[in-house]
């Protein structure tokens, strides 16, 4: 009895210090189960808001919102689906404002939105789910970036790393995309899991991911003081181009050093490869692009260069394509159907085969999301270094 | 301006696949800086809602939500304090919803409730700060668990772990609270950025910390299927003795023989430390006093035990007074005078006294909050080893 009380004590503690202040809620709620996955792959996510009018749930797999229904407890609810099998970001509108799922701890880490995951399970565990293999272990590492400012570095280690102190390995940049941090291949992307499964399997060489953040100056602003991140929705052509370099330069020369110095790597360019998503896949191509001798291994998902700027910035790649196509051993270029970069990304592809410079391409259904990348990084972890 | 369109695109997709159903909100909205901490400690945060009708900040080094004020663009903003330097939870109040700050990457894991972290940075850089210091890593592993689940520690190595190979270290368990997750003492306590700067100063010795999920019976739930987490606030008895026996057999019998295998441990009672928050702490005094052969330095950080559960489960720590005391090299307990759990946890102590069991206290300001239990860990992570 003691022991209920001071728990109820406890949840009244958490419910009072955050949710307290929320019209219409009362101090203790029932506890509220969300997502709630069924064995069918249906799911029911649940949200409480007695005082709300309208609750709706935004998921990336429903075309438009879901109405939700209110029970006598003040919990919404929907029941959706069966759902495809895949981790999808959703989030609840809320009388119009979006809302985590509170009951959820699995989450999409970005700059500029908030938005929780929900995991569909697989009939057998799909190659980004938790699986009975052995796991490597994932690290933040903490690095001298630029300008004085310090970064950070989530780095995928493959199962055995820290026992096999004798073996070398190759090394995989893979950058995240606009608004993304350096966790979203982590957290959203599943780069441990994934290649977890397949090294398990015997189709990936064991290797380490370095995941690194694209957006340097927001870095900078953070830690300097005084400087705002530029809005993105507002950079000048100008600007764009610093951008580029800043993270360039942060990679060539503080990550990749640091990475080489503090973990058992493989040095050179053929066991160094280099792959991101959306701004990261044009960090990538800027960076490959700009030093070919660096890196053999290159892997555009959902991004592109145009035409204006490999005349401007990268001539040599495509005047000499067959200098090009024997430094590649993988350049590798993705894109979904309906992915609003899909027919500027084409446009690229068109312009690379006019030029004879070789490419591997898959082209997907879906669009501009985090399930195609997944998609990308699974077709393209098995070719890395073999 | 190839590129500003293509940035144009790049943030209408972002906003229209997560915003644009929001009632009333503006497809591609200003880019919004919050929190904007200033140099006097003054904080402006800001919020993006041109329907809401009231949005309130909801932060915990206010006493009562502060009212914010819509501007012309429909940015809710407010500008409050100056604030005294600590790391603190806050959210917004949206028409009585409770939100994150969708333009603040940094945030609280918390399986309940979501709250974004503001960091008032001091005149000099306060220990938990990044600090220009040697930086230790935190890695996630993935580990057997209970009943054929893995289960992810937090780990944090010193400085140098990985060039050191021949040096082996002390190791800190160390738990989080009530529906906190394995992420919490990284991402709230700060545990690394406390230990670098202690272990730099010559204050702490450098040692592991191992930052556990204290909640078994979720995970479980989470990975076999079919079982509903237990309603903490509806709990029995028994169940929350069983609860107790998950986290203890778990950390005994999975984490410890794990972390001892996988790291460069020094083994051994003298060399294993104990500790948590509010639940944490409890199973912190319940896993050290079942095991007293296994911890001789424990911390209870808000939190305590019963004198009826004393009397039920550990007679022999205070019926032989004599014997605990020469086993535990440190046995401390803080807590809060503003804390909800200040009465019983100054009663524990009182108890101990009685019966001539010492320990060490520190009594602080303040509340059952993370910016105590900071205080509690710098002043431990001190004394632990030494």
Known sequence: MFKRLLSLLLMNSVILSFCGSVAGQPPRGPLVISPDIHADKSVTFRYL????????????????????????????????????????????????????????????????????????????????????????????????????????????TPPGYDKQTAVHFPVYYLISGTTDTEETWFKVGRANFILDNLIAAGKAKPMIVVMPYGNIEARMAEQKGGIKPADPSNREGADAIVRAKNFENDLMKQVIPYVESNYRTIPGRNNRA???????????????????????????????????????????????????????????????????????????????????????????????????????????AQLLFQ
């Open 49 to 156: 808001a007695p005082a709300a009018k309208e609750v709706k749930l935004s998921a990336q797999f429903e075309k438009a919102p879901v109405p939700m229904v209110k029970d006598s407890s003040g919990i919404w609810r929907v029941r959706v689906g069966p759902v495809s099998p895949d981790i999808y970001p959703y989030s609840f509108l809320v009388d119009g404002i979006t809302v985590m799922d509170p009951a959820n701890v699995s989450f999409f880490p970005n700059e500029r939105f908030k938005a929780s995951l929900v995991d569909i399970p697989g009939d057998t565990a799909l190659i980004h789910s938790l699986r009975d293999v052995p796991h490597g272990a994932v690290t933040y590492e903490y690095y001298p970036s630029l300008a004085g400012t310090t970064g950070t570095l989530v780095i995928y």
């Open 274 to 380: 280099i792959g991101g998503f959306s701004r990261g896949g044009g960090q990538t191509l800027r960076t490959a692009f700009g030093n070919l001798d660096q890196f053999a291994w290159v892997c555009s998902y959902a991004s592109y260069l145009s035409t204006p700027e490999m005349e401007r910035s990268f001539p040599s790649i495509y005047e000499t394509p067959d200098n090009t196509n024997r430094m590649l051993k993988l350049f590798w270029i993705s894109v979904g159907t309906d992915d609003f970069l899909y027919k500027p990304t084409i446009g690229f592809m068109d312009f690379l085969r006019s030029k004879n410079v070789r490419f591997n391409s898959l082209i997907t259904d879906g669009g501009h999301t985090w399930m195609n990348t997944r998609k990308y990084l699974i077709a393209t």
